[in-house]
């Protein structure tokens, strides 16, 4: 059976930055900091409700999937058959899903988010330590 995924962590897997990452002793702790930074920084963002600050979502968010590919590139195969990695990208659907509610339940979308979003970071937790 084809998995696209599958394929795609595999030909990842091959690559010479997916070599250079995870060979070197700073690159990935430091795009790992700067991920969490990211989170930080998208998720303050999104606690004040305030429309000035649209464009530091979008620029904490860019920041966060940069950093979320490249620290998926850094292990492709490792994050592909782990659980918690596949826990995390359902949570992370599922807050984008809760984006898509509409402006009466901003306060219900809110709570079901921040809950997600600890349940990310407890994934991220795992994924860290498997």
Do not use: C, E
Request: charged share 10%.
């Amino acid at each position: 059976m084809f998995n696209p995924l599958l394929t795609l962590a595999r030909w990842l897997q091959d690559t010479s930055l997916r070599l250079d990452l995870s060979q070197s002793t700073w690159a990935v702790p430091i795009i790992g900091a700067i991920h969490v930074l990211a989170i930080a920084w998208f998720g303050g963002s999104v606690l004040v409700n305030d429309a000035r600050l649209r464009r530091f979502r979008w620029i904490g968010i860019s920041i966060l999937l940069f950093t979320g590919a490249l620290l998926f590139w850094s292990q492709p195969l490792r994050l592909y058959y782990s659980q918690f990695f596949r826990i995390k990208m359902l949570l992370i659907i599922l807050i984008g899903v809760t984006a898509l509610l509409p402006a009466r339940h901003a306060r219900l979308a809110m709570a079901v988010s921040l809950a997600l979003w600890a349940g990310v970071i407890l994934a991220s937790r795992g994924i860290a330590y498997r």
